[in-house]
């Protein structure tokens, strides 16, 4: 009885061992992808905000072109205009990589990666195209499996442990749910 009892302790410290290795790893990845969201964010929007920016240049350009003599002042305006067409495309892009990453944390955070994979699989139009998925989410949704376009079936995290993790480390961190949703549904 006492052998059983001591068999059965070690069994079940084994399996907490594994468990908890594994929760951490979920903890993990959710940290990353809030990371990688937060720092596209930034970039996205910018530390003065990309319209006090194009304000700002739009202010040079009018300083220059007021009645100044200077060499090649054609070429600083279009210069100005050159630079505020490249960081517009860019922030469609970082804006474009920070709704797809929070619509796919917020799958996660509720525990639901088949939703995720889901929406991995509507944006990627078939598997014409990659779409940008976070660090942490990769792991997550099972992304080395996604061939052709879908899913295979079981692919990705337990939505068990998933939602255990969130619930042991207190997920989301760095940002709360309507924030996220918000970040979701920006313009692209």
Known sequence: ???????????????GVVVYKKLSRIAEDLLLAE???EQTDLRATGHLGRRQRV?????WNARLNSGFSLFGR??????????NE???????????KAATTACLLLQLLRGDVRSAQKIIEARSQGGKI?????????HLVGYRHFASGVFPAGTGESEVLLRFAVWLWHFPRRYDEARLEDI????W
């Open 1 to 15: 009885m006492l052998e059983a009892l001591l068999l059965f302790g070690v069994l079940f410290f084994a399996v």
């Open 35 to 37: 990371f990688d969201l």
């Open 55 to 59: 304000d700002e240049r739009a202010d």
């Open 74 to 83: 054609n070429d600083v305006a279009l210069t100005l205009i050159n630079t």
């Open 86 to 96: 490249d960081e517009l495309q860019q922030t469609g892009k970082a804006n474009e």
């Open 130 to 138: 990659e779409p940008y998925i976070a660090p942490g989410i990769r």
């Open 184 to 187: 979701a549904r920006r313009p």
